[in-house]
């Protein structure tokens, strides 16, 4: 099956790409997938373990293959891992595709990400991790985005309605 997705959605961790995602495809009546989710399945393990046993090069090849295949088959609203945007076959392969910044700053995405359970480059000191993924990301994000859309102090529905009105032809 060969389809597109309506929306790409990246951002750092903690921007709210599954949970916003989530609540957009429901609004729009259309499926909802996650890379990630995607990885855990194909690998039969959560990526925590992943990188644990088989590091994070591993994970990075398993994820481009997994952005390539969603980004053939997913006819709804698609979120990539936070690191996708790392390779740059997977910018490339965004050429074309509307692509959504969930944009944050550090004080909400600490908030929202915790101490970091279950996310392995977060494991140890989650703030200052966070802080210079963000900081080493922003770029990459800006670069592939055709919107950015500011999530701070926002539900997961005001920003999925702010989406579904960019998404309007």
Do not use: W
């Amino acid at each position: 099956m060969s389809a597109r997705p309506v929306c790409v959605l990246v951002g750092a961790p903690g921007s709210g790409k599954t949970t916003v995602g989530q609540a957009l495809a429901a609004a729009l009546g259309v499926e909802f997938r996650d890379t990630d989710l995607d990885i855990e399945q194909l690998a039969g393990k959560p990526i925590p373990e992943i990188f644990i046993d088989e590091g994070e090069a591993h994970f990075r090849t398993l994820e481009r293959a997994a952005v390539a295949a969603a980004l053939a088959s997913c006819g709804g609203v698609l979120a990539l891992g936070g690191g996708a945007i790392l390779a740059e076959e997977n910018r490339a392969a965004l050429i074309g595709h509307t692509v959504v910044h969930l944009s944050v700053e550090l004080p909400d995405a600490v908030k929202r990400v915790g101490l970091g359970a279950g996310r392995p480059l977060l494991a140890i000191n989650p703030r200052a991790t966070l802080k210079h993924l963000m900081e080493q990301r922003r770029p990459l994000y800006a670069e592939v985005a055709t919107a950015t859309v500011v999530t701070d102090g926002r539900t997961p529905e005001e920003i999925a309605t702010e989406i579904a009105a960019l998404l309007k032809p």
